[in-house]
């Protein structure tokens, strides 16, 4: 039997539980952060404090996060977001327009 998934979400980006690739690289830190997607508009990033305990990873341009630690994701638009100690698959939510009969990214 498999592990229930856990997933959050905060404005456009789905964090979702789990596995980093073996493959999958470290991601530099921007200052004392980690960027996990910036917004078009406002400029504004959803990101992670860069410690110790948390690194974020790249695989085919698919970005993990690995916690040792309660981790929180700060938006300067939206709740903070605090995930559990694991290890996340980082996304943005798709939505999908009828009328145009095509998946699209939803956007800040």
Known sequence: MSKMQRQFQQGDVLIVSSQIPSSAKRVPKDGNRYIIARGETTGHAHVVEACPEVELFEDHGVLYLAAAKPTTITHEEHK?????????????????????????????
């Open 80 to 108: 903070p977001v605090t995930v559990p100690p694991g290890t996340y698959e980082l996304g943005i939510v798709q939505e999908y327009d009828y009328d145009a009969a095509e998946r699209k990214s939803v956007r800040d």
